[in-house]
């Protein structure tokens, strides 16, 4: 009965860096949400997706990121050209309904 | 319209009492509000939820009274124990729409021993 799990815990990039974030869903659970937690802030959502098909990006800033959930494998948030600010807390979240999202225990991205 | 307010930003507690927090929203489109507890450097864990039909809901020590008129939410946890210190956030979503949830900055709520 595994729970969301992401990899890696910790990631540390130096600036202008790719950062590659790994999320597989609750066994059963079709629909990936990812969210970044600045610290000592509220969750703020990204995106949202199902299987091969991005639903709602509207969170997501517009440049160096972008995410996809694969036919097989697990979801990916892929970071370009990491800057400081990109330094936080990176939850993905899954549900089968639209309501109950269970999260993840998190990647922390440093950015140095 | 998309804020959900969230107060106190922190709450401390004697074991054994009541803690409470608040939530408010504007958009009259959400109809699911979930409240989440987040201990440091873990993901934050589904505690209690509730729609707008219903006005009380309670599991355990955990309550959410819902007040749809006011557009205002609470969370209410008796006899608060110090294993329930940790950082609690509410959140709305539209289950009509995208189904996002829309976080509070959070509380983090101390329970003295």
């Known amino acids: 009965n595994a729970g969301v799990m992401q990899n890696p815990r910790h990631l540390v990039r130096r600036r202008g860096q790719e950062a590659r974030l790994r999320c597989s869903p609750m066994?059963?659970?079709?629909?990936v949400y990812w969210y970044r937690q600045l610290p000592e802030e509220g969750l703020k959502f990204m995106v949202y997706?199902?299987?091969?098909?991005?639903?709602?990006e509207s969170g997501m800033p517009k440049e160096r990121f972008s995410a996809e959930f694969p036919k097989e494998g697990p979801s990916i948030l892929r970071i370009q050209q990491v800057v400081r600010g990109d330094s936080a807390a990176y939850f993905c979240?899954?549900?089968?309904?639209?309501?109950?999202?269970?999260f993840g225990p998190g990647t922390r991205l440093t950015v140095t | 319209q998309q804020q959900v307010k969230q107060s106190p930003q922190s709450l401390i507690v004697q074991k054994g009492g009541i803690s409470i927090i608040n939530c408010a929203y504007e958009?009259?489109?959400?109809?699911?509000f979930p409240w989440y507890q987040q201990f440091p450097g873990k993901g934050p864990a589904l505690l209690i939820a509730?729609?707008?039909?219903?006005s009380e809901k309670k599991e355990g020590r955990f309550t959410i009274s819902f007040n749809k008129s006011a557009k205002q939410f609470s969370l209410h946890i008796m006899d608060s124990q110090p294993g329930d210190s940790a950082t609690y956030f509410c959140?709305?979503?539209?289950?009509?729409?995208?189904?996002?949830?829309?976080f509070g900055t959070g509380t983090r709520l101390l329970v003295s021993p």
């Open positions: 509730i729609r707008p039909d219903v």
């Open positions: 066994k059963g659970h079709s629909h």
């Open positions: 959140a709305a979503s539209s289950t009509t729409g995208f189904q996002k949830l829309v």
């Open positions: 979240a899954s549900s089968t309904r639209a309501d109950e999202q269970y």
């Open positions: 997706l199902q299987k091969e098909n991005i639903i709602d």
């Open positions: 958009n009259t489109a959400f109809d699911y």
